[in-house]
């Protein structure tokens, strides 16, 4: 079973530029997460879908960070304009919207702003 | 509010040793679910195990183990026979339902396990 896809591994932008990061999730799943994960600290959710529909977005800073699913199936996450405190791992993960059943991770976005 | 305590931020074993990290968290719910997770530094997270709360029997997956005290609120996880594969932070994490009957996830700050030869 093919795992859930991130792109890209890496990015450096400068503060105040705009990136994007683009999430498939594995096939079937209808749950899918996006994750913060600053260096040293654990996941903070950022947005939560189940299917094409936002069911948590309250820790999302939405005055700069958006993200779709648009058909219920791939992702995209964007920041604009990214500042410093951006700079951390972005990880995506799905799931299937069982209660019992754990959430599959991708190999995640090492963002950098300078 | 619920949270997940991780109070060893890092550890180290000796290879074929065996080792435990702590995990406390605090619900006031009856029924929930309970995760161990590796990340490597590939990054990629990696589900060790999981323990339902219904469950009395401590759940195993070949050399990893938890200890669930479900009183105490406690979810300890054991690695018996430790490989120098197993260095990686650990994370647990802690699933409840929310105010929109979702699944959501409660994660602890993480362990970072280090085996030495």
Known sequence: EAGVAQSPRYKII???QSVAFWCNPISGHATLYWY???LGQGPKLLIQFQNNGVVDDSQLPKDRFSAERLKGVDSTLKIQPAKLEDSA???CASSLPVRNTEAFFGQGTRLTVV | AQTVTQSQPE????EAETVTLSCTY????SN????WYKQPPSRQM???IRQEAYKQQNATENRFSV???KAAKSFSLKISDSQLGDTAMYFCAFMTLNAGNNRKLIWGLGTSLAVNP
Request: aromatic fraction near 18%.
């Open chain 1, 14 to 16: 400068e503060k105040r």
């Open chain 1, 36 to 38: 913060q994960q600053i």
């Open chain 1, 89 to 91: 791992v972005y990880l």
């Open chain 2, 11 to 14: 550890m180290s074993v000796q």
């Open chain 2, 26 to 29: 605090d619900t006031s719910e």
């Open chain 2, 32 to 35: 929930y679910y309970l995760f």
């Open chain 2, 46 to 48: 990696i589900l060790v």
């Open chain 2, 67 to 69: 200890n669930f005290q």
